[in-house]
C-alpha cells in the first residue's frame, strides 16, 4: 500500500511538470513574435494544434489521475508514455526533426518514463524510441542544412545516455526513499518500543521540558505524585508536586538523587503522604531532562525481605544442624531422669525436659517456614466450615475463655484454599489473639467477618478488642523472630504470611480505629460458574 501512494505521487509530480511544459510551449508558439523565436518552418499553425493539444492531453492526465483512473498506476504510467511518445515524434516530424526547436523534447520524455516504468520497461522503450527515430530520419521528415544522418549519429549516443543516466538517478532516489522509509518504520517503532518501556517500568518516569512542563509520564509516576487530572496536555509540575517542583530548582547537580517528602498537598491531590528517592538526570544535547521517582517506604520493604529471606536461609541451615544433637541431648537427659531419685534433681531434669521441647518446637517452626509444603488447594464453604473450625480449636485451654463471634456468612462465598494450612492460619492468628489482644477487663473477644472483596477475592477480618500495636511494632509484626514476649518465637505471625502466600493470598494487619488490631486476609474465591 505505500508503495501504491508513492507511485500515484509520482504521477501527480510529473504530470504537473508535463502540463507546465507543454503550457510553456503553446504560449511560446502562439506568441507574436514566435517566428523569430522559434523556427517553425511551414507547419506553424498545425504545430500550433499539436502543442494545444499536448497542453490539452497534460490537463487531461490530471483529471485522470483525480479520478484515480485506471485503478493501478502502472497503467496509467503506460498511457502517458505512449501518447506523450505520439506527440514527440509529431512535433520532431513536422517541427524540423533533431535540428528543429523541438529536439529537446526526447530527453525529457526519457527521464519522465525512466522516472513512470523504471528498470527493464524504461530501457525498452528508449530503444523503441530511438527505432522510431532513425526510421523518421531515414523517411525524410526531419530536414536540416545539416547532413541528417551525422546529426542522428551524435543525436541517438546522447538519448542513450540520457536514458541510463535518468534510470540511475531514479534508481538511487528509490533507494533512498526506500532506505528513508525504512528508517522512519524504524524509529517510529523504536518510539513506540521505547513508549511501552516507559510506561510498564517500575520506575516512576516524569519527561520535563525546558519550563519544567511534563510532557511524558507512566502510570508509576502518576500513583507516586497523587496527581488526579492528567491530560495529554502538558502539565506543569508545581500544578502536579510542589515539593517536586522545589527540589528541582535545589538540586545543584544533574544525575544527583534526594529523598522528597510529599506534604502541603492541594485539593487536586490525594490525601496520603509519602516520602519518595528522586533522581534527576540531564539529557544530552536535548531540550528535555528525566525526573524518576521511586517509593522510599516499598525500597525499605524490598530491602527488608532480602535481608529476612536471607536470615530464613540462615536459620533453616542452624535449625537443621541443631535438630540432631538437640534430640541426643533430649534422650540423655531422659535416661538420667529415670536414674534420679531426689525430687529437686527430678524438678531439674523436668525443666530440662520441657526446654528441650520447646526448642524443638522452635527448630520445627523454622524449617517448617524455610521449606513449605505445597498448597492441595480444594474448594471450601465457609459458611459450615469456618464455624466448625472455630468450634474446633476452641477445645484448646488457651482458647476456651475467649468469645470468637463469626458474623453472617453467605453461603455463595468458597474459598479456593488447603484446608489444613488455612487452619493452621486461623490458629495462629487466635493464639496471637489470645497472648496480645485481651481487653482492659481482661476479657478476650475476637469478631470474624467474611465479604467478597471483587469478583476473585474474598476477605476476611479478624479483629480483637485488645490494646492494639504500636506503630514500630506493626512495621515488623510478620518479621520472623520478632516477637514483644520474652517466651515467644516470633514465627506465628510470619508463617501464617507464608501459608497465605502458598495459598495465593495476602494478609494485612493495622490497628482499628475503635481499638483492638484488625487483620485483613485475602483469599482466592471459588465461584460458581468454575465449578459447574
Not at 411 to 439: E, I, K, M, T
Not at 467 to 495: A, D, H, Q
Request: proline content about 5%; some cysteine; glycine content about 6%.
Amino acid at each position: 500500500m505505500p508503495e501504491m501512494v508513492g507511485d500515484w505521487r509520482r504521477l501527480w509530480g510529473i504530470s504537473a511538470y508535463r502540463l507546465l511544459i507543454a503550457a510553456v510551449i503553446a504560449i511560446l508558439v502562439r506568441l507574436p513574435a514566435s517566428e523569430t523565436i522559434i523556427d517553425l518552418g511551414g507547419h506553424a499553425e498545425l504545430l500550433r494544434v499539436l502543442t494545444l493539444l499536448a497542453a490539452t492531453v497534460s490537463l487531461g492526465y490530471l483529471l485522470a489521475l483525480l479520478l484515480r483512473w485506471p485503478t493501478q498506476p502502472r497503467h496509467h504510467a503506460w498511457i502517458q508514455v505512449s501518447t506523450d511518445t505520439l506527440l514527440v515524434l509529431l512535433l520532431l516530424h513536422f517541427g524540423g526533426g533533431v535540428s528543429g526547436p523541438f529536439s529537446i523534447l526526447p530527453f525529457l520524455l526519457l527521464v519522465s518514463t525512466a522516472s513512470l516504468l523504471r528498470g527493464k520497461s524504461a530501457f525498452v522503450f528508449v530503444w523503441i524510441l530511438l527505432a522510431l527515430l532513425v526510421s523518421e530520419s531515414l523517411l525524410g521528415g526531419m530536414t536540416s542544412v545539416h547532413p541528417p544522418l551525422g546529426q542522428l549519429f551524435i543525436y541517438v549516443p546522447a538519448l542513450v545516455a540520457v536514458a541510463v543516466l535518468a534510470d540511475s538517478l531514479v534508481i538511487s532516489l528509490e533507494r533512498g526513499n526506500r532506505l528513508a522509509l525504512q528508517r522512519d518504520a524504524e524509529v517510529v517503532n523504536l518510539n513506540a518500543l521505547n513508549q511501552e518501556i516507559v510506561q510498564h517500568m517500575d520506575v516512576g518516569v516524569f519527561v520535563l521540558d525546558r519550563q519544567n512542563r511534563i510532557v511524558l509520564s507512566n502510570p508509576v509516576a502518576r500513583t507516586l505524585s497523587g496527581y488526579r487530572l492528567w491530560t495529554s496536555v502538558p502539565v506543569a509540575l508545581d500544578m502536579v508536586q510542589p515539593s517536586l517542583a522545589t527540589m528541582l530548582q535545589q538540586a545543584a547537580h544533574n544525575d544527583s538523587e534526594m529523598v522528597v517528602t510529599l506534604s502541603g498537598r492541594d485539593s487536586t491531590l490525594q490525601d496520603s503522604a509519602q516520602t519518595l528517592l528522586v533522581r534527576k538526570i540531564a539529557l544530552p544535547h536535548s531540550p528535555y531532562r528525566l525526573l524518576l521517582l521511586r517509593d522510599a517506604s516499598a525500597l525499605r520493604a524490598r530491602e527488608r525481605e532480602a535481608r529476612l529471606a536471607a536470615l530464613g536461609r540462615l536459620a533453616a541451615n542452624i535449625a537443621h544442624e541443631i535438630r540432631n544433637p538437640l534430640s541426643v541431648i533430649r534422650h540423655a537427659g531422659n535416661l538420667l531422669g529415670e536414674s534420679v531419685e531426689t525430687p529437686g534433681s527430678r524438678h531439674l531434669f523436668e525443666i530440662l525436659e520441657r526446654e528441650t521441647v520447646r526448642i524443638n518446637t522452635i527448630v520445627e517452626s523454622v524449617l517448617e517456614m524455610a521449606r513449605p509444603s505445597p498448597a492441595h488447594s480444594e474448594a471450601i464453604a465457609l459458611l459450615s466450615w469456618l464455624p466448625a473450625l472455630i468450634a474446633e480449636l476452641q477445645a484448646d485451654p488457651l482458647l476456651a475463655p475467649m468469645t470468637i463471634v463469626v458474623r453472617e456468612i453467605s453461603p455463595q462465598l468458597r474459598v479456593y484454599a488447603d484446608p489444613a494450612q488455612l487452619r493452621q492460619v486461623f490458629w495462629n492468628l487466635l493464639h496471637n489473639s489470645a497472648q496480645y489482644g485481651v481487653a482492659e477487663d481482661a476479657t478476650m473477644r475476637v469478631e470474624i467477618e467474611t465479604v467478597r472483596a471483587d469478583k476473585e477475592i474474598i476477605m476476611v477480618t479478624l479483629r480483637d478488642f485488645g490494646p492494639g500495636v504500636k506503630l514500630e511494632v506493626m512495621e515488623r509484626i510478620f518479621e520472623p523472630f520478632f516477637t514483644t514476649n520474652s517466651r515467644g518465637t516470633g514465627l506465628g505471625l510470619s508463617m501464617v504470611r507464608e501459608s497465605l502466600r502458598i495459598n495465593g493470598g495476602r494478609i494485612d494487619c493495622e490497628n482499628h480505629p475503635q481499638g483492638g488490631v484488625l487483620f485483613r486476609i485475602f483469599l482466592p474465591c471459588w465461584c460458581l460458574e468454575t465449578e459447574e
